[in-house]
Structures are given as structure tokens and as C-alpha cells.
């Protein structure tokens, strides 16, 4: 498998983007789901427990982001899915296969008791449900966007030029 760089870069933008509106909409679906779960408090109180955790969480779930839209887009292409549905398709799977691991978060996180319980919880599992399903729908369509194969119907520059810098006789518009 070759891996484009270019595209690679774009879809880690794509992902990275798509983290950070899963980040803004949080507040927003706490008092909905009537779960005080933040993705970036779990994250950077994994790692610090001072003022900084916020920062620290956000950069790390940012980064996140970047890594699954870097996959994302070296992979989405040979899903046998429509194109619309891979990005949402690919983050639930994300979803399901990752969230067995609140049970170890319930247990041994260094924050667990200033955290809600995931492990059980069905307003946390519909929570991040509509989380991924956010990033999964940002992602997938900026990244499709930003990925997009060139239009056929438009010349590129080096067909339309030839070697003297004079241009093609056929692209002249002359009616034949």
C-alpha cells in the first residue's frame, strides 16, 4: 500500500478539525445527556492533575484526532461503503471497539473519583455515541473535501502548455 503524504497531512487536518468540534460541542451535550463526561479531563488528568489538565487533555485529544484522520484517510478509500457514510461508520466502530476500556478507567485512572463512571452507564455510552458520530461526519466530509480526485473535466496546467510555452493547437478553441 502506498501512502501519500500530501493526503496523509490533509487527513490528519481533517481529523484534527473534526477533534476539536467534538471538543466545542461538549458543553453542549452534558446538561443533554445529563453526564458531566469531558474527554479532555479524562485524557489530561491521565497525565497531570494541576491547572494544566485542560490544555494538556485537549492537545492530546487534538493529537488524537490527527492520528485516526491520518488513517482515516489512507483507509476510508478501499471501504466498500458509500463515501458519505465511512467517516460516522469508522468512528462508531472506533466507538464500540474502544469502550470496554471505561471498565479500566473506572478502576485505575488517577482522577477516577473526580470523574462520572462510564463502565454501566447508558447516558455515557449514548454520550460518546454522539460524539464519534459528530467526529465521524466532520471528518469524513472534510477530509473527502480536502481529498478530493482532481475534476477530469478541468485541464491541468501541463496539458494545456506545450514544450515551446506556446500552447496545444487543440485547446485553441478553434472550431473544427
Do not use: C
Not at 32 to 39: H, K, L, R, T
Not at 58 to 84: D, K
Request: hydrophobic content about 45%.
Amino acid at each position: 500500500m502506498v501512502i501519500d503524504r500530501a493526503k496523509t497531512v490533509r487527513g490528519a487536518f481533517a481529523g484534527a478539525v473534526a477533534a476539536a468540534v467534538w471538543l466545542a460541542q461538549q458543553p453542549l451535550d452534558k446538561p443533554i445527556f445529563g453526564v458531566d463526561y469531558d474527554d479532555s479531563e479524562l485524557l489530561g488528568k491521565a497525565f497531570t492533575r494541576g491547572r494544566s489538565w485542560p490544555v494538556v487533555g485537549a492537545a492530546i485529544h487534538l493529537a488524537n484526532g490527527a492520528a485516526m484522520g491520518a488513517a482515516y484517510t489512507n483507509v476510508a478509500p478501499r471501504l466498500p461503503l458509500p463515501s458519505w457514510s465511512r467517516g460516522p461508520l469508522v468512528a462508531l466502530a472506533e466507538h464500540l471497539a474502544t469502550w470496554p476500556l471505561t471498565i479500566a478507567v473506572d478502576r485505575v485512572h488517577p482522577a477516577r473519583g473526580e470523574m462520572p463512571r462510564l463502565a454501566g452507564s447508558s447516558r455515557a455510552f449514548a454520550q460518546a455515541t454522539w460524539r464519534h458520530l459528530v467526529f465521524g461526519v466532520v471528518l469524513g466530509e472534510l477530509e473527502r473535501r480536502l481529498n478530493a480526485p482532481p475534476d477530469p473535466d478541468v485541464p491541468r496546467f501541463e496539458h494545456t502548455l506545450s514544450s515551446n510555452g506556446h500552447g496545444k493547437l487543440e485547446h485553441a478553441g478553434i472550431p473544427g
